[in-house]
């Protein structure tokens, strides 16, 4: 398996403009997990999807954060309009929801809003 | 509501040494406990898990954690340490057994390894 894909590497953009950052699963996995990641906060999950629907968004920072989950195999993080603060490496990950099985992280996304 | 306490955010050891990296957890309920690794510019990868089976839990790459319920902690060890064991570790808690599958990762240990 490729793993859990996660795209751009790297996005830097200026303030105010739309960011989308893309991830897809591992096939056959039913969680979906956005995690943000920074120095001053540590590892933060954002938001996460079972069979494709939102479960817990309570650490989605503001309204300016959407996601979404339009089938099992790819969601996207959009940040419109994006800010300085919200820099930070943003992590996808995913699981398969049968007991306490593991959670596989992608590379994750490195953004810079200057 | 679940929480994770690393006792230092860098620890540095000379190769061949013992790693120990400390952490501490707070749950209300039976705990399942995570070491995840993460190196430079990756991903986080899982070391080991505590289900509730044994305690003395083996992972990948000579790691291994105890799970102490008197003392709340899940303390990640290594007998020797390596070059290649440079990278940041993190503890992580989730419910067990209920329906929340949300991990809580602690603030992460750097770990720096010298020759």
């Known amino acids: 398996d490729a793993g859990v894909i996660q795209s751009p590497r790297h996005e830097v953009t200026e303030m105010g403009q739309e960011v989308t950052l893309r991830c897809k699963p591992i096939s056959g996995h039913d969680y979906l997990f956005w995690y943000r990641q920074t120095m001053m906060r540590g590892l933060e999950l954002l938001i996460y999807f079972n069979n494709n629907v939102p479960i817990d968004d309570s650490g989605m920072p503001e309204d300016r954060f959407s996601a979404k989950m339009p089938n099992a195999s790819f969601s996207t993080l959009k940040i419109q309009p994006s800010e300085p603060r919200d820099s930070a490496v943003y992590f996808c990950?995913?699981?398969?929801?049968?007991?306490?099985?593991?959670?596989?992280f992608g590379p994750g996304t490195r953004l810079t809003v200057l | 509501a679940q929480s994770v306490t690393q006792l230092g955010s860098h620890v540095s050891v000379s190769e061949g040494a013992l790693v120990l990296l400390r952490c501490n957890y707070s749950s209300s309920v039976p705990p399942y406990l995570f070491w995840y690794v993460q190196y430079p510019n990756q991903g986080l990868q899982l070391l080991l898990k505590?289900?509730?089976?044994?305690?003395l839990v083996k992972g990948i790459n000579g790691f291994e954690a105890e799970f102490k319920k008197s003392e709340t902690s899940f303390h990640l060890t290594k007998p020797s340490a390596h070059m290649s064991d440079a990278a940041e570790y993190f503890c992580a808690v989730s419910d067990g057994g209920g329906s929340n599958y949300k991990l809580t990762f602690g603030k992460g240990t750097l770990l720096t390894v010298n020759p």
């Open positions: 990950a995913s699981r398969l929801g049968q007991g306490v099985d593991t959670q596989y």
């Open positions: 505590y289900t509730s089976a044994a305690t």
